[in-house]
């Protein structure tokens, strides 16, 4: 089953797009035409009425959002890697020390050394799909990736401690 999110227009407001879950609450975001943002969770018995709304900024808007997409790119990657015998995704933090920190990706040869596919690196509330060899790596990058689970072990010993 797909997603169900209705718009509704709010005359002198804005607009409200309420996410309907499967188990039929509605979670609103009130965008008004001043620029600001709410999150608003409605009452069940009544759509025209909210239990509980919070303001958000525009940072705190576009943050939340970036957090719920992580959430989701993340889950389907590990949903997907699952499905298949063997096959891990793994998350791992690129460690302060890494002889890695502040270079290009692609100076760790992970693919060519441990045969493991690196999908994406979150940077905060950032995922970055299919990340270049040319993008650097930074302190707090999370490293997603996918593989058999000595070459995910393999990756995690190159990235902590360089080449053998």
Same mark, same amino acid.
């Given at each position: 089953?797909?997603?169900?999110?209705?718009? $509704? &227009?709010?005359?002198?407001?804005? $607009?409200?797009?309420?996410?309907?879950?499967?188990?039929?609450?509605?979670?609103?975001? $009130?965008?008004?035409?001043?620029?600001?943002?709410?999150?608003?969770?409605?009452?069940?018995?009544?759509?025209?009425?909210?239990? &509980?709304?919070?303001?958000?900024?525009?940072?705190?808007?576009?943050?939340?959002? &970036?957090?719920?997409?992580?959430? @989701?790119?993340?889950?389907?990657?590990?949903?997907?890697?699952?499905?298949?015998?063997?096959?891990?995704?793994?998350?791992?933090?690129?460690?302060?020390?890494?002889?890695?920190?502040?270079?290009?990706?692609? &100076?760790?040869?992970?693919?060519?050394?441990?045969?493991?596919?690196?999908?994406?690196?979150?940077?905060?509330?950032?995922?970055?799909?299919?990340?270049?060899?040319?993008?650097?790596?930074?302190?707090?990058?999370?490293?997603?990736?996918?593989? @058999?689970?000595?070459?995910?072990?393999?990756?995690?010993?190159?990235?902590?401690?360089?080449?053998?």
């Amino acid at each position: 089953m797909g997603v169900r999110i209705e718009k $509704v &227009d709010l005359p002198g407001i804005g $607009v409200r797009h309420d996410l309907l879950t499967g188990t039929g609450r509605r979670v609103s975001v $009130v965008s008004h035409r001043d620029g600001d943002h709410d999150l608003a969770f409605v009452d069940e018995d009544d759509p025209d009425s909210s239990s &509980d709304s919070v303001e958000l900024t525009d940072d705190e808007a576009a943050a939340l959002a &970036d957090l719920l997409g992580s959430s @989701i790119s993340m889950t389907r990657l590990t949903s997907l890697a699952g499905d298949v015998a063997g096959l891990y995704t793994e998350q791992l933090l690129l460690p302060t020390d890494s002889p890695y920190l502040n270079r290009p990706l692609g &100076d760790t040869k992970a693919r060519t050394r441990t045969r493991v596919s690196i999908v994406a690196l979150v940077r905060g509330t950032t995922v970055m799909p299919s990340p270049t060899p040319a993008e650097i790596l930074r302190p707090g990058d999370v490293i997603v990736a996918v593989g @058999i689970r000595e070459g995910l072990d393999a990756l995690s010993r190159i990235i902590a401690n360089g080449p053998d």
